[in-house]
């Protein structure tokens, strides 16, 4: 059965790398062998590396990649006097930009930055065809007017919140090391817009991220987090952060993580929904990859506090924390005990059963990783009562939901002992698993096939197949797996013909008393093909 | 033009391929044949692609434009696809000629020559999209702009054959790459000739030619519509779903007089448009709950009216059955159940769209009677998946799910009335009655097994009751031909609740379904027929049948007598019902039978002669051929000496089977004999001596179905008769052996060879095969070498070790290093000592354990030279095969295996269950408990050295392994010295 812990919720896609395990002595790797008939413990867990690829709309609850600055700064005495400015045209804001008089240019600056900070259609577009950048970027160097720093920088930051071309154009006119410079400027206003522009650059994307913290924003970043700065001020170095946390195809380097992780470990102890949502988006990024990443975050110590946090009712703190949570549950057996010593467990089943699906999916999909462990780990998921919340959205989840549940139970088959495969099916998850058999979607049908599979063998060695059989075949299962035969998948069609021919053929006291069928020869040559050992195929025929 | 590797593109080329075209439509073989062979000679030649193009495109002759499209579909389906490590079968030039001209030719073309191509292009798409055909998406799109429908549908239909795979395949990067391109470059182009197809529609409203290609393309687009949004839903989807959404249900709800067809049977464009809607719309509801949630009401309005408006025709059952499907799909989600739970809702519901369809409709009636095989299979086989009484049965437990309650009780008061109904007139309301039952089979049943029938039945009616006052005196009628239908509705209703009816019940109906055997209705004898057999299969407490022998005996003879009678009724010579319940029957009646087994086994001799004509029923003559096996066994167990009568009355037929080469039935013969031929005590009789040289020759052994069968013929003939072969026909030992060559050399049959060669070793008397023994030993490696599997090594340790059995470890040993120095070693560490958890099947272990106790206690050498240090690891691993778990795993990659030996199709292998052999334990009483064995042959190996087992013992063994040892030590009373 193809097993996986995943690193990720987007339908993306799996790729079957094994992930280093911790070595097991002979005894119990040889008991492993046997109890996952030949596959390797290691590969249970496995990890996305490929870019994602996505169908599907970007999604509504992720974090904002980079922001425009449209709010009123009025609410800053400093910058009170500065809103009074003039409002001018495009070629006057070029004229002015390009004097050499520093308050002409203040004035043009501050009139284009608000042209950007408008709420509707500001002219990114035209403020960079005018090629204002060079010259914006120069202000940010002129120390002695700290307002033309700020409208500088303010305006950069819009531009840099537009399209990849329009950042690019912001980080090719040499921004970055004089933004950097200016996180060390007396003026706070002036400090905390710089932030803000390299959130957005570094929001871009792993080159740009890169390119800000090879400019050594970090450690200036980093100093400036205190107890004394306004709040707001707060919310906008954590997001930077989070932004320089963030992307993989490359990860950030591990210097840098190394750097910020106890500084985001003490945000996350603040009180303010925006610093912590922010602060477990960071954590997410940093946990959705290898071991030793997840290694990094776990090790930090803020499992205990992420685990609280999912109980938040603030949902922008809930998904993230839950998502992280749930990255670090597709690490090492080790790892995920951690997880589980926090009590992830325990907040699991109220979240399998939140109103909102998404959350139920991720809860789902962190369960399912959970349940890829070895069977203390299991043990440990039963007890805590997911097993009736998990059935529960079988039956009636949604879709994207449902499926998180199949893989659950799918981990839960394949690693599971026979005294918990028992309390599996006790638990009644074989109805809605089998309701599920008509679903649209293959994959998702073959693992179903694969699970069935495993638990008609599972009754088998307690000699209970007959009563497992007869428990399928009234929930309608020998029906629609029948119907599998036929399906256009061939990977779909010779699982559900080998478990019609394995566990519902007539049986006889001497055998089955059934003809290899000779029509249809095509179909079953092209079965058959695959197909190991001397067994002739045949599609069930009801008696 | 033979042999040139380049066909120039002249008209005399073209003339000759015209020629040869034309005689591949020839009805005689004679002509054919040769004709298809030439052009599959000269299909590898350049150019060849390129004549069948312009011969479809400029040929003069209908039939040869028509024809060459056709091969050229099967050339690219034979030819396109670039398999690693084999040779490009079309040349690069031809490849790149065929992409640049096939678009357009496709869509030039007439429409019986555009599917072909547009097959051809979905093969070639299949391969080369997008990479290698990167121009493809555009130069279809740009079409859509031509404003020609024709055109637009070619291009619409050949984007269907090249997206439709979407719907089943497995997510993969690949494929959602692929998916993403097409989306980027499709999605767009098409929901603008969606739209404007639809404004054409309207213009066009009342032009009945342009509706009926506007409808086509309209069709096309909605099944576009699934395949691009089946894998998840797109964001451009996503973004237009109100534009599509709104648009679907307009079509949904839309009706055109001009559109309608007269044809009652196949569905107009009208209905297959709507019916692919109501999968989309599904899909939908499925999938994306959450983005269509809005959307929902409104097409479950708009389907329930279509479901209330559409009529009773056989072209509205697969839009009536999808769009009940769709209702029963919703219906049973926690957040629409507010849709339906209004008692009105409900009613009309049932009344209007589930009773209308469960209704036996004309067209029942009529399969009823003249198409009853396809009848049956659907009411009793249940592959009704797409009719509508089936979807209204899905309706009914969607329904159930939040609502049973209501609609039990709503139902229940129709199953009254329509009995009503029926008693006030039968004869007329007969099809009353018949809905009643169907309600009542469909409503009732709220789990259902083959073997048990209903399981767990509702509240709706007593079963019992009405089995008494409804179905018993419909069966009790005088005229079994009477009502046809209602009886097999009583049949049926036997047979499915078969467990809720008390067994006193049922006794009471078997001698009524044996009366109804005679119906001249071949529903209802083939129902009566198979209600006997599930009867008879049934089991009560302990496992035992239900029925026992004696209680069927008061009517052994009218049910024989009648099952045969049966078999003699229009349209049922080769009813597999019949011949199942006559299996069942003999299986069931025992000793009871033995009195009429002269006639039966005339009878089935008879029908087995006629059948091999032209054998066609698979299932019909498997039952039969277990018949007979079933005669012979019951008989002979009472009077071994009957056999002879078997044979006598069978041979004759075998051998016109095996003259006359019916592949389908050698098989079959192999095991009926091999059956006799193990009943008989004493020498192997000389009638069978004489088929023995006739069972060696390779022909009987190319085919793979033969195999299993002869191989087991082969073990007869060797268990009983191998004094008679070392003597009389020790010349054919070669032969034997040859067989043994063929099988093991092959991946697919090695364990077959294994079971001959088994065989051979065990009953052989051992000078006989003395001058092959080491030849044998060498096959064996070559194929370890050559190809390694873990069958084969299961085979080989099993081998070995029961070679050591049978010649002694010292012999073993002794073969090994003759053929190699210091080998045995190398088969200890490398194959026995890690492979032999492997081993399964307890025979098999059993022969492997007392053969590694010989290895460790009869063979010198494994004491006193460089082999001694792998005496610990052997008696570990022995210890491993008796204790631990059978590793059952098979390494990566095995998982893989072309079945090499079978080209093409050919008669699969039945097992006959009846024929069945006994296992066969050849260490049998000589070792009872193989552990206790280990622990006595220890014991004696250390009397004869005393000191050294125990330090071999305890320097090496592991303690858990050492633990298990001294258990079997105490458990023998033995002590090592």
């Not at chain 1, 591990?254 to 477990?280: I, N, R, W």
């Not at chain 1, 998180?404 to 099916?425: H, Y």
């Not at chain 2, 949630?293 to 059955?321: C, H």
Request: proline letters at 5%; aromatic letters at 8%.
């Amino acid at each position: 059965m193809s097993q996986r812990a995943r690193a990720s919720l987007s339908p993306a896609l799996w790729l079957t790398v094994p992930v280093n395990m911790p070595t097991l002595d002979a005894p119990e790797e040889r008991l492993r062998k046997f109890k996952y008939r030949g596959k390797d413990a290691s590969m249970r867990r496995q990890q996305r590396m490929a870019v994602s690829l996505e169908l599907r709309k970007a999604k509504k609850d992720e974090q904002a990649l980079k922001r425009r600055n449209i709010t009123n700064v009025s609410s800053d005495p400093a910058s009170e006097q500065l809103t009074k400015g003039v409002s001018l045209n495009l070629q006057e804001i070029i004229n002015g930009v390009n004097a050499s008089d520093p308050d002409l240019c203040f004035q043009a600056t501050q009139a284009a930055r608000k042209m950007l900070s408008r709420e509707r259609n500001p002219p990114l577009k035209l403020i960079v065809e005018a090629g204002l950048i060079p010259r914006l970027v120069e202000f940010l160097k002129s120390s002695l007017h700290p307002c033309l720093q700020f409208e500088a920088a303010w305006a950069l930051t819009n531009i840099a919140s537009g399209t990849s071309e329009q950042t690019q154009a912001v980080v090719e006119s040499g921004a970055i090391q004089p933004l950097v410079e200016l996180l060390s400027s007396p003026h706070m206003t002036v400090c905390e817009q710089a932030v803000w522009a390299l959130g957005n650059i570094a929001g871009d994307g792993p080159e740009f991220r890169d390119l800000v913290i090879s400019s050594n924003a970090i450690p200036h970043l980093l100093a400036l987090v205190s107890s004394t700065i306004p709040i707001t001020f707060l919310r906008n170095i954590t997001w930077t952060l989070s932004n320089l946390c963030r992307n993989k195809s490359p990860y950030p380097c591990k210097k840098a993580v190394k750097q910020m992780l106890p500084v985001l470990f003490h945000l996350l102890q603040h009180e303010d929904g925006e610093v912590l949502s922010d602060t477990c988006w960071a954590l997410s990024y940093l946990s959705d990859g290898c071991n030793e990443r997840i290694g990094q975050v776990v090790d930090t110590g803020v499992l205990p506090r992420l685990v609280q946090l999912m109980t938040s009712s603030e949902l922008n703190i809930l998904t993230p924390s839950l998502r992280t949570v749930g990255n670090i549950v597709t690490g090492t057996d080790h790892q995920t005990q951690v997880a589980i010593d926090a009590g992830i467990l325990n907040v699991l089943p109220q979240l399998l059963m939140h109103p909102r699906s998404s959350i139920q999916k991720e809860a789902a999909w962190a369960l399912s990783n959970v349940a890829a462990g070895p069977c203390q780990h299991i043990q440990q998921l039963i007890a805590c009562g997911t097993l009736p919340p998990l059935v529960a959205l079988l039956k009636n989840g949604e879709f994207k939901v449902q499926k998180e549940a199949v893989w659950t139970v799918a981990n839960f088959t394949t690693g599971g002992t026979i005294d918990q495969l028992i309390q599996l099916v006790h638990s009644g998850v074989l109805e809605p698993l089998v309701n599920l058999l008509t679903i649209q979607d293959p994959k998702i049908v073959t693992i179903i096939l694969d699970v069935i599979s495993l638990i008609l063998k599972a009754a088998e060695k307690l000699s209970e197949k007959e009563n497992m059989c007869l428990l399928i075949e009234e929930i309608g299962g020998v029906d629609k797996i029948e119907a599998l035969q036929l399906h256009e998948n061939p990977q779909v069609a010779l699982t559900a013909l080998n478990i019609i021919e394995n566990h519902f053929c007539e049986g006889e006291e001497n055998g089955t008393i059934l003809p290899a069928l000779d029509q249809d020869c095509e179909y079953l040559n092209h079965l058959t093909k695959n197909y190991q050992g001397p067994t002739t195929s045949k599609p069930r025929t009801t008696p | 033009m033979v042999g040139s590797m380049a066909m120039e593109l002249s008209d005399a080329n073209l003339q000759t391929l015209t020629e040869y075209l034309k005689k591949t439509l020839d009805p005689d073989p004679a002509i054919r044949r040769p004709a298809e062979k030439f052009l599959e000679s000269v299909e590898g030649n350049q150019n060849y692609p390129l004549l069948l193009l312009t011969l479809l495109e400029k040929s003069q002759d209908n039939v040869i434009k028509v024809c060459a499209s056709v091969t050229f579909k099967n050339y690219i389906k034979r030819n396109w696809r670039i398999v690693e490590d084999e040779p490009n079968k079309i040349c690069e030039a031809d490849r790149v000629a065929i992409k640049a001209n096939i678009v357009h030719l496709m869509l030039s073309s007439p429409e019986q020559i555009q599917k072909q191509l547009s097959d051809a292009i979905s093969i070639i798409g299949r391969e080369d999209f997008p990479q290698k055909w990167p121009d493809l998406l555009t130069e279809m799109v740009n079409r859509f702009q031509s404003g020609d429908f024709h055109v637009i549908n070619g291009v619409l239909r050949t984007a269907h054959s090249l997206f439709k795979r979407y719907r089943h395949e497995f997510k993969s990067n690949e494929l959602w790459t692929e998916i993403k391109l097409v989306l980027d470059a499709f999605a767009l182009p098409l929901t603008n000739l969606f739209k404007a197809t639809i404004e054409l529609c309207s213009t066009h409203a009342n032009d009945a030619s342009a509706l009926r290609i506007l409808f086509s393309s309209l069709i096309l687009i909605s099944k576009l519509f699934y395949s691009l949004n089946f894998q998840d839903l797109p964001e451009f989807f996503e973004d237009n779903m109100e534009t599509w959404m709104n648009n679907f249900h307009t079509l949904l709800t839309l009706d055109n007089k001009l559109l309608q067809t007269d044809d009652e049977e196949e569905a107009g464009l009208l209905e297959l448009l709507k019916s692919q809607i109501c999968d989309n719309a599904a899909l939908y509801a499925q999938k994306y709950d959450e983005e269509f949630q809005r959307y929902l009401p409104r097409f479950v309005t708009a389907i329930w009216n279509l479901l209330v408006t559409t009529g009773q025709e056989v072209k509205y059952d697969l839009l009536v059955s999808n769009a009940i499907q769709f209702l029963a799909s919703v219906c049973e989600r926690p957040h629409y159940k507010n849709l339906f739970e209004d008692q009105n809702t409900l009613t009309s519901i049932c009344e209007k769209v589930i009773v209308p369809n469960m209704e036996f409709r004309a067209a029942d009636e009529e399969a009823f009677e003249d198409n009853s095989e396809e009848y049956i299979r659907r009411d009793l086989e249940g592959s009704d998946i797409d009719t509508r009484r089936r979807a209204a049965c899905d309706l009914v437990r969607g329904l159930c799910k939040f609502f049973e309650g209501p609609v039990t009780g709503i139902f229940s008061g129709y199953v009254n009335s329509m009995l009503q109904e029926y008693a006030k007139n039968p004869s007329v309301n007969w099809k009353h009655k018949d809905a009643a039952i169907y309600l009542v089979t469909s409503l009732a049943s709220k789990a259902q097994t083959q073997k048990h029938g209903i399981t767990q039945a509702n509240e709706l009616v007593n079963l019992t009751e009405f089995f008494v006052n409804h179905i018993l005196p419909d069966l009790k009628s005088a005229n079994v031909n009477e009502f046809p239908v209602l009886k097999a509705d009583g049949i049926k209703y036997i047979m499915i609740f078969r467990n809720q009816v008390p067994k006193e019940h049922l006794l009471v109906s078997i001698p009524l379904l044996i009366n109804h055997l005679q119906a001249e209705s071949i529903v209802v004898h083939t129902y009566a027929a198979h209600a006997l057999e599930r009867l008879f299969t049934m089991r009560g407490p302990n496992n035992a049948t239900l029925f026992t022998a004696a209680e069927i005996a008061p009517f052994v003879e009218i049910l024989l007598t009648n099952l045969f009678k049966a078999l003699t009724l229009p349209g049922s010579s080769e009813n597999e019902y019949i011949m199942k319940a006559i299996m069942r029957s003999f299986s069931l009646l025992q000793e009871a039978i033995i009195p009429y087994i002269p006639t039966l086994i005339t009878q089935l001799t008879q029908k087995l002669l006629a059948v091999s004509k032209n054998p066609s029923k698979p299932h019909f003559n498997h039952y039969m051929f277990e018949a007979i096996c079933l005669s012979i066994r019951i008989t002979c167990k009472a009077n071994p000496a009957a056999v002879v009568n078997f044979e006598e009355a069978l041979f004759l037929v075998f051998t016109e089977i095996l003259q006359n080469d019916v592949q389908e039935f050698i098989p079959y013969v192999f095991q009926v004999m091999s059956l006799l031929l193990e009943t008989h005590k004493n020498d192997i009789p000389s009638s069978y001596m004489a088929l023995f040289p006739h069972l060696l020759q390779p022909v009987l052994w190319e085919r793979t179905g033969n195999i299993p069968a002869l191989v087991r013929l082969l073990q007869a003939f060797l268990e009983r008769g191998s004094n008679t072969i070392a003597s009389a026909a020790a010349d054919k030992i070669p032969g034997l052996l040859g067989v043994f060559q063929k099988l093991i050399a092959s991946k697919a049959n090695d364990h077959q060879g294994f079971y001959l060669l088994n065989s051979i070793i065990e009953h052989m008397p051992p000078e006989s095969v003395d001058q092959y023994r080491k030849q044998i030993f060498i096959l064996l490696f070559q194929r370890l070498q050559n190809s390694k599997t873990t069958k084969f090594i299961k085979s080989f340790l099993v081998f070995i070790n029961l070679y050591c059995i049978k010649y002694g470890a010292l012999a073993l040993q002794e073969i090994f290093d003759g053929i190699q120095p210091k080998m045995f070693g190398m088969v200890l560490e490398k194959i026995i000592i890690p492979e032999i958890q492997k081993v399964s099947g307890n025979v098999e272990k059993k022969i492997c354990a007392v053969g590694i106790t010989k290895l460790l206690t009869e063979c010198p050498p494994m004491m006193d030279t460089e082999y001694t240090k792998l005496w610990t690891p052997l008696l570990q691993s022995l210890i491993g095969l008796f204790e631990l778990p059978e590793d059952d795993t098979i390494p990566d990659e095995e998982h893989f295996i072309d079945i090499e030996d079978t080209p093409g199709y050919q008669t699969a292998f039945s097992q006959l269950a009846f024929a069945g052999k006994k296992e066969h334990d050849p260490v049998g009483q000589m070792v009872n408990n193989p552990k206790i064995h280990l622990a006595q042959s220890l014991h004696k190996l250390s009397t004869a050295c005393p000191g050294r087992v125990p330090s071999m013992v305890s320097t090496s063994l592991n303690a858990e392994a050492l633990q298990y040892l001294q258990g079997y030590l105490q458990a023998a009373s033995v002590t090592l010295l």
